[in-house]
């Protein structure tokens, strides 16, 4: 009896690993479309310093309440790690380790990072002794591309452990392999991207990324709703 308990174990936790994946994909994809919109929007244009500054000061709120939507997005981004780790780890325990290792230093990093938000708000709303508003105004500007240069990093560490997390797919059974293949090609490029604007850092590579990150997002909200399906049909 003993020796059937871990296999038992197996059985009733990898459905609902399957479940909480899906609605994670689902829900990882919803709340970085509002982190997109609700901050990222406004404070990618350094260029135009002035207009992120008057923005910020005259949207307090908003800020504040898409910074603690920022940190449910790394929550989201953790439990959905840790449930493929689990769908995963049959396949090749150390590559879905490997994968889970990336996705927590991905995570672990962007809350780091997230601490210049609230640094670049104190300078919005905080008077600085000695300092005019232009000058806090570049101030701003430079705390704002250390953030951008920052979740760079995060991007990297996330796209390598979703290449290791699909490449687990393309093995497994979960997911037909057409699509297994197509995140897996889709993620090692976006990873490739994310290493060449760390060098580069031009306007053209971030364009790219743009575009097929919105690919890589239809990718999630399929794989999302397939885990879902398959889920509800071994109910």
Same mark, same amino acid.
């Given at each position: ?83 493929? &780790?689990?769908? =995963?780890?049959?396949? *090749?325990? +150390? /590559? !879905? ?7 927590? @230093? ?11 938000? &609230?640094?670049? =708000?104190?300078?919005? *709303?905080? +008077? /600085? !002794? ?7 105004? @570049? ?11 920052? &979740? ?84």
């Amino acid at each position: 009896m003993n020796a059937n308990a871990p296999e038992i174990n197996e059985d009733r936790i990898l459905p609902q690993a399957v479940k909480m994946a899906g609605w994670m994909f689902l829900l990882f994809i919803v709340l970085s479309v509002l982190h997109y919109t609700v901050i990222e929007l406004h404070l990618i244009d350094t260029d135009h310093i002035e207009e992120v500054f008057s923005f910020m000061k005259s949207h307090d709120l908003l800020f504040h309440a898409g910074i603690a939507l920022d940190l449910c997005l790394f929550i989201c981004g953790i439990t959905l790690s840790v449930a493929l &780790y689990t769908m =995963l780890k049959s396949q *090749n325990k +150390s /590559l !879905a380790l490997l994968a889970l290792i990336c996705m927590v @230093v991905e995570s672990v990093l962007a809350v780091v990072i997230e601490l210049s938000s &609230y640094a670049a =708000l104190l300078l919005v *709303n905080e +008077s /600085l !002794a000695g300092f005019d508003t232009e000058q806090v105004q @570049v101030l701003l500007g430079l705390v704002l591309n250390i953030r951008a240069a920052g &979740y760079g990093i995060v991007i990297l560490f996330f796209n390598l452990g979703f290449v290791l997390f699909f490449y687990l797919f393309l093995k497994s059974a979960y997911i037909p392999k057409l699509l297994a293949m197509a995140g897996l090609v889709l993620f090692a490029f976006m990873l490739s991207l994310t290493f060449l604007q760390i060098i580069v850092a031009h306007k053209s590579v971030e364009s790219i990324g743009q575009n097929v990150s919105i690919l890589v997002m239809l990718l999630q909200i399929v794989v999302g709703v397939w885990l879902l399906v398959i889920s509800g049909s071994r109910n």
